[in-house]
């Protein structure tokens, strides 16, 4: 069966006038204290915002790179793992700063022509590798077909000295032509600010941590001792955690990453966790569902408190989130409306939740099974429940009667909830309160209920969206 076709929630548009004017993560003020921070200083520096997978690293820094635009600072936006092809990150990043100022119709187009001319011509020299000693020394020591051992000792100490010579000679050579380029990198970062004062060429550095780790430690080496120049800001937006793992794999299990990453790196921002709840309205906004659960009357309990609440437990990062309502949003649409009940729709929200989170647990919700994945689910939302603080853990507690209700299909046809509350309390050590709670939860919503069948049914549907194709 071919996948149907599905737009899904697109990225955060960023208007070119008002680069704030989709801010539901409120990052507006995060984004003009670091442009305090970096436009005071004169020397060149690395600044590293640190964020975890998918916490919103790409728009934060494209967002501020308009910001910057908006200010009449030079930005040029570099995606290090699409770059990742290349052999030098070098070439690399003079290729991505030359396309974006070039086009830049503000500055002087002779004089910026004539930078980059040197540029090239400097960075050219840079990028020459040096065939290595040993391989030189074979090479030669071959080409006069040398058989006798004293003969051949003699004629390599003699290729030795003079190989020598030459390597220090290039050294010599290269060491001026990094002067040379410096200085016209810094002739370019004059010409960006146009006259100004406090106006950087400010480099952002994306997708570092997905790179090749090889290829990332060649963007950190060039970003920090190449373009060691007065007025130019590198930011990189990375996981660090990530980054660190890139690095051990080169150069082993037992390196100080952080004493590492230190030569590198001057300052570490950590790109500040956003409240749930403003992403949730967001994209329940994108596909439309508050006006959706209105029609349909789902609003007995509300499923945008459910879905902040159980975001919150289970530390969704914003790409899980997309991701979620995703699927969501498939599955709410093409469910029998018959079969879409509030109950139903917590448990989709869930079982969601699952899937994305502990996949393993969530397949094994099969026939074969089933008491296992009852108790496995509960002693997942226990793990997730708040210590000492009942009114935080609301929903989840919902969703364990609904658990619990379900487990009565492996009992006697007479057990009534209250006895497997009991017997679950009793079972786990849980307090008297414990027990009060699940008890008021099916007194306040009469007996809320989800048998086994309709457990199935949902994954059913859960599994349907996976035909979607998300362009």
Request: charged letters at 25%.
């Amino acid at each position: 069966m071919g996948k149907l076709s599905l737009s899904k929630c697109q990225p955060i548009e960023i208007d070119a006038d008002n680069p704030f004017k989709n801010d539901v993560l409120g990052r507006e003020e995060n984004i003009t204290v670091l442009t305090q921070f970096i436009t005071s200083f004169e020397q060149s520096i690395v600044l590293c915002i640190d964020g975890g997978w998918g916490q919103g690293k790409t728009t934060f820094i494209k967002m501020w790179q308009q910001y910057l635009k908006k200010r009449n600072i030079t930005t040029i936006y570099f995606n290090a793992w699409e770059s990742d092809y290349t052999d030098d990150a070098l070439i690399a990043l003079i290729g991505e700063i030359s396309l974006s100022i070039k086009k830049l119709k503000r500055l002087d187009k002779s004089k910026v022509d004539e930078a980059f001319e040197s540029i090239y011509k400097h960075g050219a020299n840079l990028i020459k590798v040096c065939v290595p000693a040993l391989s030189n020394l074979l090479v030669k020591t071959v080409s006069v077909g040398l058989t006798n051992a004293d003969e051949l000792a003699k004629t390599l100490g003699a290729l030795s000295e003079s190989l020598v010579k030459e390597q220090i000679n290039k050294y010599e050579a290269s060491h001026s032509t990094l002067k040379n380029f410096k200085e016209e990198l810094s002739k370019l970062a004059t010409i960006c600010a146009n006259g100004e004062e406090q106006k950087p060429l400010v480099i952002f550095i994306d997708e570092l941590d997905r790179c090749r780790p090889n290829f990332a430690i060649e963007v950190l080496e060039k970003a920090k001792h190449l373009f060691n120049v007065n007025n130019i800001i590198f930011v990189l937006a990375t996981d660090k955690t990530q980054l660190s793992h890139s690095i051990r794999a080169v150069y082993g299990q037992g390196l100080d990453v952080n004493g590492y990453l230190r030569r590198f790196i001057d300052f570490d921002y950590l790109l500040p966790l956003s409240s749930n709840a403003p992403y949730i309205i967001h994209l329940m906004n994108k596909f439309s569902l508050e006006n959706y659960f209105q029609k349909k009357g789902l609003y007995r309990l509300s499923t945008r408190d459910f879905l902040v609440d159980i975001v919150h437990k289970y530390k969704l990062s914003l790409r899980e989130q997309e991701a979620f309502f995703n699927i969501f949003n498939v599955v709410i649409r093409t469910e029998s409306n018959a079969h879409l009940g509030h109950w139903t729709v917590l448990t989709i929200i869930f079982l969601i939740i699952l899937k994305l989170k502990f996949p393993d647990l969530y397949k094994s919700l099969d026939n074969k099974n089933d008491t296992n994945f009852i108790s496995n689910t509960l002693e997942n939302i226990r793990s997730h429940c708040t210590p000492n603080n009942e009114d935080f853990n609301y929903y989840l507690e919902i969703t364990e009667y609904l658990l619990l209700e379900i487990s009565k299909s492996f009992l006697s046809r007479s057990t009534s909830s209250q006895e497997i509350i009991e017997q679950y309390v009793n079972k786990f050590h849980f307090d008297e309160n414990k027990k009060n709670r699940l008890e008021t939860i099916g007194a306040d919503y009469g007996n809320p209920h989800i048998d086994l069948s309709q457990l199935f049914n949902i994954k059913k549907a859960i599994e349907f969206s996976n035909l979607f194709k998300f362009n």
